[in-house]
């Protein structure tokens, strides 16, 4: 009787967890990616860098991933002669980043059950948040096309070679989700586009005045992002299929 009982049971809890695949997923996460990226700022003339990137993700739903990301990369622009700055200004920033964001994906707010089409866009998302920027700059900081410093009459260009910002990034991308034997996401490949405004002046380590040169414009960067992020934690179902295994 007892083995009958044990065969009840063990069918019973078998029939539970296959009901709920397709609907688990976990709620913790770490992940590492490279961007490329170039700067926008009071300097005409940019050049791109590749910068990496430390994520760790708590996973509100399988569609609202809000990660805490540190981010190294190097930026800079201008340069000595009048072709890549017309005032021979020159910088390049070894900066450091802590970032707080959420990527909201379509498949929070849509019905995509029995969409084929809805079920590729579900994982699209937008997303934004804030954070802080270290700035590491080495830049010319006296005109080339005045008297050199000691002489009488040179320009020395306003601004701080290290600094902290606050900085705004917006976010959009696709997050390809792989799938493990029980139909739960287990590892994502990131792939997005991130513009991020910075408040401040810097970016470049350039604060001029707007009287003499064209300085109306906030500081940013983008980046082009792949991201690699493996799922782990306590398994929480969802109240939709995330993946339809039929």
């Known amino acids: 009787m007892k083995k009958y009982i044990l065969i009840f049971f063990t069918t019973l809890a078998a029939n539970t967890v296959n009901a709920q695949s397709g609907y688990n997923y976990q709620e913790w996460g770490v992940g590492a990616g490279a961007s490329y990226e170039r700067g926008y700022t009071n300097i005409t003339q940019q050049n791109n860098y590749p910068s990496f990137n430390l994520n760790f993700v708590y996973n509100y739903n399988p569609y609202l991933p809000v990660e805490a990301e540190f981010q190294t990369g190097t930026l800079s622009g201008g ?27 379509l498949g929070g707010g849509i019905d995509y059950e029995d969409h084929w089409f809805l079920k590729i866009v579900k994982d699209f998302y937008l997303g ?8 590491t700059n080495k830049v010319q900081r006296y005109s ?18 290290n600094s902290l910002d606050l900085m705004v990034p917006l976010r959009f991308g696709y997050e390809f ?46 980046q082009i992002t792949v991201n690699v992020k493996f799922y782990f934690g306590t398994v929480v179902s969802y109240n939709k299929l995330i993946r339809d295994f039929r």
């Open 177 to 222: 989700k792989i799938y493990d034997a029980y139909d739960e996401p287990s590892f994502a490949i990131d792939v997005g586009y991130v513009h991020s405004l910075v408040f401040g002046e810097g970016l470049d380590g350039y604060d001029d005045p707007p009287s003499k040169f064209k300085n109306n414009a906030v500081d940013q960067y983008r």
């Open 144 to 161: 080339i096309y005045a008297p050199p410093y000691p002489d009488p009459g040179y320009y020395k260009f306003p601004g701080h070679d």
């Open 79 to 105: 340069g000595l002669t009048p072709d890549l700055d017309p005032f021979g200004r020159k910088y390049i920033n070894h900066y450091k980043a802590v970032i707080f964001h959420a990527d909201y994906q």
């Open 128 to 135: 934004t948040g804030f954070g802080f920027i270290s700035n």
